[in-house]
């Protein structure tokens, strides 16, 4: 038994699928943030922003609900691997148009945390998931009859 859990790999189809299908949403945000930012509109600090990197967060928590929603192994790594690849296509995105611009790029320990901080966040989602067929579970298995 230890050795077929240990042999279990990622369903890749999954996590690209939920990443991206979650870009839909996180591109513009991320695009907005920058945007208020770097025109001065809002500041670093200020409630706006705080909340758009809310937004991101939850976002990347949302990638990992969805691909831990598509496979039924793993869901944990499922869902930290779809938040750190919806974070890596946003963040990709945002280095081209800073190499494109002509503007410094941030320091590439803020890439790394971010990344970090957004496959937790993708794994904090998968684990609703799982949460959510457990609850879903003792819902059916009371409904049929049975003793909870």
Same mark, same amino acid.
């Given at each position: 038994?230890?050795?077929d859990?240990? *042999?279990?790999?990622?369903?890749?189809?999954?996590?690209?699928?939920?990443?991206? %299908?979650i870009c839909?949403?996180?591109?513009?945000?991320?695009?907005?943030?920058?945007?208020?930012?770097?025109?001065?509109?809002?500041?670093?600090?200020?409630?706006? *922003?705080?909340?758009?990197f809310?937004?991101?967060?939850?976002?990347?928590?949302?990638?990992?609900?969805?691909?831990?929603?598509?496979?039924?192994h793993?869901?944990?790594?499922?869902?930290?691997?779809?938040?750190?690849l919806?974070?890596?296509?946003?963040?990709?995105?945002?280095?081209?148009?800073?190499?494109i611009?002509?503007? %410094?790029?941030? %320091?590439?320990?803020?890439?790394?945390?971010?990344?970090?901080?957004?496959?937790?966040?993708?794994?904090?989602?998968?684990?609703? +998931?799982?949460?959510?067929?457990?609850?879903s579970?003792?819902?059916?298995?009371? +409904?049929?009859?049975? *003793?909870?």
């Amino acid at each position: 038994m230890g050795r077929d859990v240990m *042999n279990k790999k990622l369903d890749w189809s999954a996590i690209w699928k939920s990443a991206l %299908s979650i870009c839909v949403f996180l591109l513009p945000v991320g695009i907005a943030q920058v945007v208020l930012v770097h025109d001065k509109t809002i500041d670093k600090g200020s409630a706006v *922003n705080l909340l758009l990197f809310a937004a991101i967060l939850f976002l990347t928590a949302v990638a990992g609900f969805g691909a831990a929603r598509l496979v039924d192994h793993d869901l944990a790594q499922h869902g930290a691997a779809a938040g750190a690849l919806a974070y890596v296509l946003v963040q990709g995105a945002g280095v081209i148009h800073h190499l494109i611009v002509g503007e %410094s790029l941030q %320091s590439p320990i803020s890439f790394i945390y971010l990344g970090l901080l957004s496959s937790t966040c993708g794994m904090l989602g998968a684990m609703l +998931e799982r949460r959510q067929r457990r609850l879903s579970a003792l819902r059916h298995h009371v +409904e049929s009859g049975g *003793n909870p």
